[in-house]
């Protein structure tokens, strides 16, 4: 099991999240609202070739990290500009940490190193 599949409860019979695509706002709200763990939002779009190069190691990192962080992908076509407004997303893919509802760090690009730095010191 993990984080994230005790978050969202799990997809099917005997399956867990590595990490989940955020559909709505409501579950984009409730992964912020996770007390003590921290919770990575990549930010992407499917036409974008950054955001493709980034799927693997972002689902890579979620999967190492399954005990220790709740990872959610948020397709900014399907939640719109309120949701990129609200989280300042200007480039993509842009990663997003927040522990405990407050934002602790930010990576933008496709950024493979500086991401799993960033994951590593806020967990």
Not at 20 to 39: C, E, F, G
Not at 54 to 64: E, G, Q, V, Y
Request: aromatic letters at 12%; glycine letters at 4%; one cysteine or more.
């Amino acid at each position: 099991m993990s984080l994230t599949t005790q978050v969202f409860g799990p997809p099917g019979y005997r399956r867990w999240w590595i990490y989940y695509i955020v559909n709505d706002t409501d579950q984009l709200s409730k992964a912020l609202n996770r007390p003590d763990h921290l919770v990575v939002f990549m930010f992407s779009a499917e036409w974008n070739e950054p955001c493709k190069a980034m799927k693997k190691p972002f689902r890579d990192m979620a999967r190492a990290r399954k005990m220790q962080a709740v990872f959610c992908l948020v397709d900014i076509d399907k939640l719109k500009d309120a949701v990129a407004q609200q989280f300042q997303v200007e480039a993509l893919p842009t990663f997003v940490l927040y522990k405990n509802g407050i934002q602790k760090e930010r990576v933008v690009g496709a950024k493979v190193d500086d991401l799993r730095a960033a994951i590593d010191r806020n967990i």
